[in-house]
């Protein structure tokens, strides 16, 4: 049976086990129909021409785990930013493990899309933003819809920021030969709340994992948001990632994505900028090698005058590895004052490693400021000659300047600690001892 | 200490050093001078090792040993050092840090242990304070934003904490107001010593009423055409390259 099929199938056992009269559930059938009908997507869309999806159809994952598995907090320190207190909310297979998360209730919900979803306390939110900026038509998004049940669900009310960062964790224990995750995050900032997100996907064994996961954010008036998405999970996981962004009147919010390990990972970031002085920012690192794939699909619709969106990712591309750049930029007639900016720098250092970047521009304001930019290149020769000129060796000289060129785009990034560990990751990365404190 | 035969340099095919000899002995301050485009920076790379150009005869000597082909790390491990004309930016990489990893990759070559921290900053502090460097500057991305005159500034720094056996100063006077140049031209006379050499390479004779030169080189046309003592810079101030060329041309 192929992988289609058997999710379709599953649909029916997943009913079994949860309360198909909640008016949720209805949301759920709508979706499975609607990937049903549509399946995977192949490489003849426009949207997937460089990413196929084939070979990971091939496998046959559980879609759910076989068993509960539990883990000790000393064993899996290392993919926490342990440095400082966070709230947590962390999965293993797919589910909670209270032992390792710190959810929270006061003043601030902190906590899980399966109490979200069938609590009647939280009833009221749902209605309003569940699925509600998610696509109804991407089929993977809806496929993931199908299966909402579980994942993060963080709620920050009006005025209010929570005491400390938060972050989400799924691990993948290898209990079950592969394993299809869908998790399914809900993150609500109203009106001046802030709040800082980091997440992280961690295969803990060479077991396939493949996580298609969907995370809808809605930021309020003046709300910030600044999401961090750590990939660097093992080679034999891959990761789909959904979001969907919608901001209201002057909010920021941030995404930042580190990609440095997975087997084939596809982010689809998604903004809609429903109201004024709004700022959207995108900032990717992505540094892979060997077989490994990072596709990077972004869109940013600007729907309201007035506002900014800002992108900046840059990639260094290794052995036989390959990268996608694809970013959308919508500037609607009314959306006058626009000021949309994209840059895409790639640096290639084998002969074998691929990027397809492009910038993917409609604009039909007329008072508009956009800039688009995208570069493929090798390192500066003079770059290098100076470093070298300093005793610097050659091999270390290119990993400084490598490092130069991605480093840049951690200005932005407001957690020092995290900062640090993702320096670090680069620098690991890179292959080569730096001679310095990070 | 640097002899320097018959040197031919071009790049993509085109000749821009066309047989230049230099001897260049340990103590002595060269000045070479010239106008634009006669191969004065050209052949301060080429000397430093930058792979651009191909050098297509001749031959470059330090302490008797070709240095032909030596990579630019090893000549300066063997004591060359470049002052760029236009040094590159490196952002994420700190002054201090580079600094580090630069001193430390010299001493693995030469099979010597790290600079242990506390030699370190004190080595930093003490030669920041000869080229009147603020701490703050050395925190810095390195050349990240920085003024023509903190770019060179921070050149003649890193020369400070190299300590090469051969200087080479690539129009360091340019972009320098002249308090900046009087602080750079202090820290140069200060490292100078009997053990080691510097040439000046330079646009105009301004730098030299600081560091005074023994000998003065007038490039033109990828040849010296004519050398002499200080005297020579200061007729070349006074009347311009004009006559150099006429008499070259002769």
Same mark, same amino acid.
Request: hydrophobic share 35%; glycine share 6%; proline share 3%.
């Given at each position: 049976?192929?992988?289609?099929?058997?999710?379709?199938?599953?649909?029916?056992?997943?009913?079994?086990?949860?309360?198909?009269?909640?008016?949720?559930?209805?949301?759920?059938?709508?979706?499975?129909?609607?990937?049903?009908?549509?399946?995977?997507?192949?490489?003849?869309?426009?949207?997937?021409?460089?990413?196929?999806?084939?070979?990971?159809?091939?496998?046959?994952?559980?879609?759910?785990?076989?068993?509960?598995?539990?883990?000790?907090?000393?064993?899996?320190?290392?993919?926490?930013?342990?440095?400082?207190?966070?709230?947590?909310?962390?999965?293993?297979?797919?589910?909670?493990?209270?032992?390792?998360?710190?959810?929270?209730?006061?003043?601030?919900?902190?906590?899980?899309?399966?109490?979200?979803?069938?609590?009647?306390?939280?009833?009221?939110?749902?209605?309003?933003?569940?699925?509600?900026?998610?696509?109804?038509?991407?089929?993977?998004?809806?496929?993931?819809?199908?299966?909402?049940?579980?994942?993060?669900?963080?709620?920050?009310?009006?005025?209010?920021?929570?005491?400390?960062?938060?972050?989400?964790?799924?691990?993948?224990?290898?209990?079950?030969?592969?394993?299809?995750?869908?998790?399914?995050?809900?993150?609500?900032?109203?009106?001046?709340?802030?709040?800082?997100?980091?997440?992280?996907?961690?295969?803990?064994?060479?077991?396939?994992?493949?996580?298609?996961?969907?995370?809808?954010?809605?930021?309020?008036?003046?709300?910030?948001?600044?999401?961090?998405?750590?990939?660097n999970?093992?080679?034999?996981?891959?990761?789909?990632?959904?979001?969907?962004?919608?901001?209201?009147?002057?909010?920021?919010?941030?995404?930042?994505?580190?990609?440095f390990g997975?087997?084939?990972?596809?982010?689809?970031?998604?903004?809609?900028?429903?109201?004024?002085?709004?700022?959207?920012?995108?900032?990717?690192?992505?540094i892979i090698g060997?077989?490994?794939?990072?596709?990077?699909?972004?869109?940013?619709?600007?729907?309201?005058?007035?506002?900014?969106?800002?992108?900046?990712?840059?990639?260094i591309?290794a052995?036989?590895?390959?990268?996608?750049?694809?970013?959308?930029?919508?500037?609607?007639?009314?959306?006058?004052?626009?000021?949309?900016?994209?840059?895409?720098?790639?640096?290639?250092?084998?002969?074998?490693?691929?990027?397809?970047?492009?910038?993917?521009?409609?604009?039909?304001?007329?008072?508009?400021?956009?800039?688009?930019?995208?570069?493929?290149?090798?390192?500066?020769?003079?770059?290098?000659?100076?470093?070298?000129?300093?005793?610097?060796?050659?091999?270390?000289?290119?990993?400084?300047?490598m490092?130069?060129?991605a480093?840049?785009?951690?200005?932005?990034?407001?957690?020092?600690?995290?900062?640090?560990?993702?320096?670090?990751l680069i620098a690991n990365k890179l292959g080569?001892?730096?001679?310095?404190?990070? | 200490?640097?002899?320097?035969?018959?040197?031919?340099?071009?790049?993509?095919?085109?000749?821009?050093?066309?047989?230049?000899?230099?001897?260049?002995?340990?103590?002595?301050?060269?000045?070479?001078?010239?106008?634009?485009?006669?191969?004065?920076?050209?052949?301060?790379?080429?000397?430093?090792?930058?792979?651009?150009?191909?050098?297509?005869?001749?031959?470059? $000597? /330090?302490?008797?040993?070709?240095? !032909?082909? =030596? &990579?630019?790390? %090893?000549?300066?491990? @063997?004591?060359? +050092?470049?002052?760029?004309?236009?040094?590159?930016?490196?952002?994420?990489?700190?002054?201090?840090?580079?600094?580090?990893?630069?001193?430390?990759?010299?001493?693995?070559?030469?099979?010597?242990?790290?600079?242990?921290?506390?030699?370190?900053?004190?080595?930093?502090?003490?030669?920041?304070?000869?080229?009147?460097?603020?701490?703050? $500057? /050395?925190?810095?991305?390195?050349? !990240?934003? =920085? &003024?023509?005159? %903190?770019?060179?500034? @921070?050149?003649? +720094?890193?020369?400070?904490?190299?300590?090469?056996?051969?200087?080479?100063?690539?129009?360091?006077?340019?972009?320098?107001?002249?308090?900046?140049?009087?602080?750079?031209?202090?820290?140069?006379?200060?490292?100078?010593?009997?053990?080691?050499?510097?040439?000046?390479?330079?646009?105009?004779?301004?730098?030299?009423?600081?560091?005074?030169?023994?000998?003065?080189?007038?490039?033109?046309?990828?040849?010296?055409?004519?050398?002499?003592?200080?005297?020579?810079?200061?007729?070349?101030?006074?009347?311009?390259?004009?006559?150099?060329?006429?008499?070259?041309?002769?």
């Open positions: 049976m192929d992988l289609k099929d058997k999710l379709v199938s599953s649909f029916l056992a997943f009913e079994n086990n949860i309360d198909v009269h909640n008016p949720v559930h209805d949301v759920r059938t709508e979706a499975i129909k609607n990937f049903e009908t549509k399946g995977f997507p192949s490489k003849k869309m426009e949207a997937w021409k460089y990413t196929s999806l084939n070979s990971l159809q091939k496998i046959d994952f559980s879609i759910f785990p076989k068993k509960e598995s539990s883990l000790e907090y000393k064993d899996v320190k290392k993919y926490f930013i342990h440095q400082i207190d966070t709230y947590k909310i962390v999965f293993i297979d797919g589910v909670f493990s209270s032992n390792l998360s710190e959810t929270t209730h006061d003043g601030v919900d902190i906590c899980l899309m399966s109490s979200a979803l069938t609590k009647p306390m939280y009833k009221a939110v749902v209605d309003v933003y569940f699925n509600k900026v998610a696509s109804k038509e991407e089929s993977l998004t809806t496929l993931n819809t199908a299966f909402s049940r579980e994942g993060a669900y963080i709620y920050i009310p009006k005025n209010k920021v929570p005491k400390k960062p938060i972050e989400i964790i799924h691990f993948s224990t290898g209990n079950d030969a592969a394993l299809m995750l869908q998790p399914r995050n809900l993150v609500i900032a109203e009106e001046n709340s802030e709040m800082q997100i980091i997440e992280r996907h961690q295969s803990l064994t060479s077991n396939a994992v493949l996580t298609n996961s969907v995370t809808e954010i809605f930021a309020a008036k003046n709300a910030i948001v600044d999401y961090y998405k750590v990939q999970d093992n080679d034999s996981a891959s990761l789909i990632d959904n979001t969907y962004v919608d901001q209201k009147d002057g909010s920021h919010v941030k995404v930042h994505t580190f990609s997975g087997k084939l990972l596809r982010n689809n970031l998604n903004f809609y900028q429903n109201g004024e002085r709004i700022d959207s920012t995108m900032k990717g690192i992505t060997e077989k490994q794939h990072v596709d990077h699909h972004t869109l940013v619709h600007h729907i309201e005058p007035n506002c900014e969106s800002h992108q900046d990712y840059k990639g591309f052995e036989n590895s390959t990268g996608v750049f694809n970013g959308k930029i919508i500037v609607d007639k009314i959306a006058q004052k626009t000021n949309a900016f994209q840059q895409n720098n790639n640096i290639l250092i084998s002969d074998k490693a691929t990027i397809n970047t492009k910038p993917q521009l409609e604009i039909f304001a007329d008072d508009v400021k956009c800039s688009h930019g995208c570069t493929i290149g090798q390192l500066d020769e003079e770059a290098l000659f100076y470093l070298q000129s300093r005793g610097i060796p050659k091999k270390e000289a290119r990993a400084l300047l490092y130069a060129f480093n840049n785009v951690l200005e932005s990034v407001r957690i020092p600690e995290l900062k640090v560990r993702i320096n670090k080569v001892n730096l001679g310095f404190d990070l | 200490m640097l002899k320097i035969k018959d040197l031919h340099a071009s790049v993509e095919g085109k000749g821009i050093l066309k047989g230049i000899n230099l001897e260049v002995g340990a103590g002595e301050v060269h000045a070479i001078m010239g106008p634009n485009g006669s191969g004065k920076s050209t052949l301060a790379s080429v000397i430093a090792g930058n792979e651009t150009y191909e050098v297509t005869a001749g031959d470059i $000597f /330090l302490d008797g040993e070709s240095i !032909e082909d =030596f &990579s630019p790390e %090893e000549r300066a491990h @063997n004591g060359v +050092f470049l002052s760029f004309q236009y040094p590159v930016e490196i952002p994420g990489v700190s002054v201090t840090n580079f600094m580090k990893t630069a001193i430390n990759e010299s001493r693995k070559a030469k099979g010597i242990e790290d600079m242990p921290a506390k030699d370190m900053l004190k080595l930093i502090r003490e030669k920041s304070e000869l080229l009147e460097i603020d701490r703050k $500057f /050395l925190s810095r991305s390195l050349n !990240e934003g =920085f &003024s023509g005159g %903190e770019k060179k500034r @921070n050149e003649i +720094f890193q020369m400070a904490m190299l300590e090469p056996k051969l200087a080479i100063l690539d129009e360091t006077d340019s972009g320098l107001d002249i308090d900046a140049l009087r602080i750079v031209a202090n820290g140069v006379n200060k490292l100078k010593s009997k053990d080691n050499a510097v040439v000046v390479i330079t646009h105009y004779q301004r730098l030299l009423e600081y560091i005074v030169p023994d000998f003065v080189h007038v490039l033109y046309n990828g040849k010296i055409v004519k050398s002499g003592t200080k005297e020579l810079a200061m007729e070349l101030e006074e009347k311009g390259y004009d006559w150099i060329k006429q008499e070259a041309a002769v």
